[in-house]
């Protein structure tokens, strides 16, 4: 319910307890979603600790989980800081090296943080093919969801928190001149896609 004061000291506890049980897969999780906590409310740093903590730990665990959605996020975080070139090329070699390790949700989201910072550098050609195959993957995901009430309502959860949809037009709209059917287009695929999940 976006009430970080409250999440924050039970992340804490639960972090705490899968430490006490040795149960190092529980804890890297714990540590992603507080970094997640951190990465919304905007403590950054705090974020991107608690990210390389759990990848340390699946690492040192030898875990079959490479963890390509912490790396994901430690992109964001850098282009959330302004730090857009390096984000770009993280996240470049991220999906490179490691995007067949990916399952769709985090594909698209890595693609959506990899054309937010192309746009945020200008080079509207980068930014707009992986806008493109992020809408791709998308509904490639909204396809293999459709019939899962549980894995339907999940990606209903990630859209409404990423938007992707309203950024891709956005972005298109902040086009010299505006790309406007090209937008349109984006605002017709995600009423179908309501659509079809209604």
Do not use: C
């Amino acid at each position: 319910d976006r009430d970080a004061a409250r999440a924050l000291p039970l992340y804490a506890e639960a972090i705490e307890i899968t430490i006490q049980a040795k149960v190092a897969s529980m804890e890297a999780n714990w540590r992603t979603n507080r970094g997640n906590i951190h990465r919304d409310t905007g403590d950054y740093e705090k974020a991107e600790a608690d990210y390389r903590d759990a990848l340390a730990i699946l690492q040192r665990g030898g875990e079959t989980n490479t963890g390509f959605h912490i790396w994901k996020n430690l992109g964001q975080v850098r282009r959330l800081q302004g730090h857009h070139a390096e984000a770009a090329a993280f996240l470049e070699r991220l999906i490179r090296e490691r995007g067949h390790t990916a399952g769709l949700r985090h594909t698209w989201q890595a693609h959506m943080e990899l054309a937010s910072a192309y746009a945020a550098l200008g080079d509207r050609d980068r930014a707009e093919h992986n806008f493109r195959i992020m809408l791709n993957v998308l509904e490639e995901h909204r396809g293999t969801a459709i019939l899962d009430a549980f894995r339907t309502g999940t990606l209903a959860h990630q859209l409404s928190a990423y938007d992707p949809y309203e950024r891709y037009i956005r972005f298109l709209l902040d086009a010299n001149p505006p790309q406007v059917e090209a937008a349109l287009e984006v605002a017709e695929r995600a009423r179908a896609r309501g659509f079809l999940e209604a």
